[in-house]
């Protein structure tokens, strides 16, 4: 019998900041947008959208953020294992449907692709490591991402390394130290930067590492907005903040984005996150926020399956700028409705299963 009934606890319960919710939203939209505009714009100066990437970023910072604020003061009793159980029922069901949904859109593109050219072994070999998040950068014609078949999971790998970290060493570290840590990922960001000239790396094998200087430097700067209660009062709203994220994503990518991106990802999305954490919310815009911030994830996850099938589309087909533009914002609001309804009847009751089970198990 468990004796720690807080371990049962359903930690989705806890409050949210709808504000942030919101801002999630947008930031997975603009990776959408992104994906759309990089295929039609091989040269990022010429996309209007050119750091939609960076979104990524904001992603970490907030994670950072959430994290602490949803198990600091309960890890300690819930353990380790529930933690990570937590963690996984959260994240992992929307790996797996992106896993699937990338697969079936390799096997099956009606504009494009050469399963033919692969064995079947090394078809499920792959598959089976995107299930698992093994990353198999080994698949020549998708730019050797560490997920063939999801290329978004290469953020979600090194999520999980965060949370791992987190539990074992992050959740007991004094505040000095971890100002030090992010003192010293902060200047690994910006070596990334110079060294590969922008902050785009961490999907593919061969800026593998790029992805580990992003992810330390912006969930432990999320994580000390949190400790540290860096949280400013302000009337801007969700609008106001949504536009001001907006603005990180739609700057000019030009000579001087070795500078520009690093301020960005350093001080401009942690300052974002302190003011999203503070800003008072109009009760008419809370409904939007708490469905983007649900929407996000599973928009995130299961969007790029089909980011191949127009790419090849695009590619192989002459495309004027109308019937592009229209192709674009037409999918992403097919995109979001097949998000929303991936949500509703796989994710939702696949974690809802999943964790009443866990709690019965400890009501015995």
Avoid at 32 to 55: K, P, R, T
Avoid at 203 to 214: I, N, Q, V
Avoid at 247 to 262: C, I
Avoid at 326 to 332: A, E, M, P, S
Wanted: hydrophobic share 50%; charged share 15%; with cysteine.
């Amino acid at each position: 019998m468990n004796t720690n009934p807080t371990t049962a606890i359903d930690l989705e319960t806890k409050k949210h900041f709808e504000i942030l919710d919101g801002l999630r939203g947008i930031a997975a939209i603009a990776v959408v947008i992104f994906h759309f505009m990089e295929w039609v714009y091989a040269d990022l100066s010429q996309n209007f959208i050119a750091h939609g990437f960076l979104a990524v970023d904001f992603f970490f910072c907030l994670s950072g953020f959430v994290i602490g604020y949803a198990y600091d003061d309960r890890i300690a009793k819930m353990g380790v294992l529930e933690f990570f159980k937590s963690r996984i029922i959260r994240l992992h069901p929307l790996v797996i449907a992106g896993s699937v949904l990338g697969l079936l859109a390799f096997l099956f593109d009606p504009f494009g692709g050469h399963p033919e050219l692969y064995s079947a072994t090394k078809i499920i070999l792959v598959f089976l490591c995107s299930m698992l998040l093994i990353p198999l950068p080994i698949v020549a014609d998708r730019g050797f991402n560490l997920f063939s078949f999801n290329a978004p999971s290469w953020s979600l790998f090194w999520e999980y390394i965060a949370n791992i970290v987190y539990a074992f060493i992050l959740c007991k570290l004094n505040r000095k130290y971890l100002i030090l840590l992010t003192i010293i990922s902060a200047v690994a960001i910006c070596f990334v930067c110079y060294r590969s000239g922008n902050l785009l790396g961490g999907w593919s094998g061969p800026t593998f590492w790029d992805g580990a200087a992003r992810i330390s430097y912006s969930f432990l700067a999320g994580l000390l907005i949190y400790r540290s209660q860096w949280i400013i009062k302000n009337k801007l709203g969700f609008i106001g903040l949504a536009i001001l994220l907006s603005l990180a994503f739609v700057m000019p990518y030009s000579k001087w984005k070795v500078v520009s991106e690093p301020l960005v990802v350093l001080f401009y999305f942690p300052l974002l996150i302190a003011l999203g954490a503070g800003a008072a919310l109009a009760p008419g815009l809370k409904k939007l926020c708490t469905f983007s911030g649900k929407i996000s994830y599973p928009l995130y996850m299961t969007h790029y399956a089909v980011m191949w099938m127009f790419g090849n589309y695009y590619t192989s087909h002459k495309v004027g700028t109308t019937p592009l533009t229209l192709i674009v914002i037409g999918g992403l609001f097919l995109l979001l409705g097949a998000a929303y309804l991936v949500m509703l009847f796989y994710d939702i009751p696949v974690r809802k299963y999943l964790n009443d089970r866990r709690n019965k198990k400890f009501a015995k």
